[in-house]
């Protein structure tokens, strides 16, 4: 049983955007026979809903109202995760690069970051999860039974990411990819409030020279020496 007294742990990825965060959550989540929890889609999607009102992200009295009437549901199902607004899939809607900046505003909002954590907390406080974020090790489950942080060079994630959006038929250009993760990680940095920081028990990672494949092994085998095994709860 882990520190908290659950018989399941919880597991946060925090880093940077474009740093492999999503991906290898998934797979770790899938080789533990975990949930995935997808955090910075619940940021991305509150963003994509103040641009469809009209509502201005530094405005926190017009985004606590907005908060007080959206409808947001996240679907877990063969390692994926679908985001919802209402009974609209928004789940392609909100990885451009253009929701990553206008999440990071979003994300500095005393109020959103409340709503947020409060729901954050509700599903994954049980355990057997693996949480992926900016703050999930520092702020969310500080009390999380294994933490890592992921980095890689801004080159390389903007590399990727340029490969992402490719294969959706989106072409970007590189230097535009690369200045917005950069603005990106000085507004994350720099905010007063949860700015994007490891914590002080984090495992940290760079993955820029290495597969995603190897990434999730070395997780893999830094939980088994902490006593975190393949879940068998659900297994058969």
């Known amino acids: 049983m882990n520190r908290a007294g659950r018989m399941r742990a919880i597991i946060t990825i925090d880093g940077p955007s474009g740093a492999g965060k999503s991906t290898i959550s998934r797979q770790l989540a899938e080789r ?48 994926e995760t679908r985001v919802f607004i209402g009974k609209a899939d928004v789940s392609e809607a909100i990885r451009t690069p253009e929701m990553g900046l206008v999440a990071s505003r979003v994300s500095a909002q005393g109020v959103v970051r409340q709503r947020l954590t409060e729901l954050q907390r509700r599903l994954g406080g049980q355990g057997g999860v693996v949480v992926e974020g900016r703050d999930m090790g520092t702020v969310v489950f500080p009390e999380a039974d294994c933490k890592f942080y992921l980095v890689a060079t801004p080159e390389e994630r903007a590399k990727r990411r340029q490969l992402q959006l490719r294969e959706k038929g989106q072409e970007i250009d590189f230097l535009e990819i690369l200045a917005q993760i950069n603005k990106r990680d000085a507004d994350d940095s720099a905010r007063a409030l949860a700015p994007l920081r490891p914590a002080a028990d984090a495992v940290m990672i760079d993955s820029s020279l290495m597969s995603i494949e190897e990434v999730v092994a070395y997780m893999l085998t830094f939980c088994n020496s902490k006593g975190i095994l393949q879940d068998s709860s659900e297994i058969g």
């Open 32 to 79: 533990l026979n975990y949930t995935y929890l997808d955090t910075g889609a619940m940021y991305r999607a509150v963003g994509l809903k103040a641009k469809q009102e009209g509502v201005d992200p530094a405005d926190g009295v017009a985004m606590a109202g907005l908060l007080d009437n959206l409808d947001l549901k996240l679907s877990a199902n063969m390692g």
